[in-house]
């Protein structure tokens, strides 16, 4: 059973930033797409960014390029959302994915994805 469980949300103030992290158990995750996505209140779950274990696909939402990074460190199985520059629009609640893979492909929608975490909430707010 894969469980994936995120933390490091918290209130920031605009202009701040945030360390996300989403540990991963219950498989060997050498062929699995690990995303994060996110949900505002009343708004629709969207995709933030996505990474592969084996480091072949790297994407980001337009929304969050060059403010957001995403990694990973095998090691640990866990992932990483850092997030800099953090503006109101960024709150909401982060949601980790994972799936296995087969072929490199961009994975943007949330049912793409087969497992995800509790989700961890970000406020950004002076």
């Known amino acids: 059973q894969v469980q994936l469980v995120e933390s490091g949300g918290g209130l920031v103030q605009p202009g701040g930033s945030l360390r996300l992290s989403c540990a991963a158990s219950g498989r060997t995750f050498s062929t699995y797409a690990m995303g994060w996505f996110r949900q505002a209140p009343g708004k629709e779950r969207e995709f933030v960014s996505h990474i592969y274990w084996s480091g072949a696909s790297i994407y980001y939402a337009d929304s969050v390029k060059g403010r957001f990074t995403i990694s990973r460190d095998n090691a640990k199985n866990t992932v990483y959302l850092q997030m800099n520059s953090l503006k109101p629009e960024d709150t909401a609640v982060y949601y980790c994915?994972?799936?296995?893979?087969?072929?490199?492909?961009?994975?943007?929608?949330?049912?793409?994805?087969?497992?995800w975490g509790q989700g961890t909430q970000v406020t950004v707010s002076s």
């Open positions: 994915a994972a799936r296995q893979v087969v072929t490199t492909a961009t994975l943007t929608r949330p049912h793409e994805y087969d497992y």
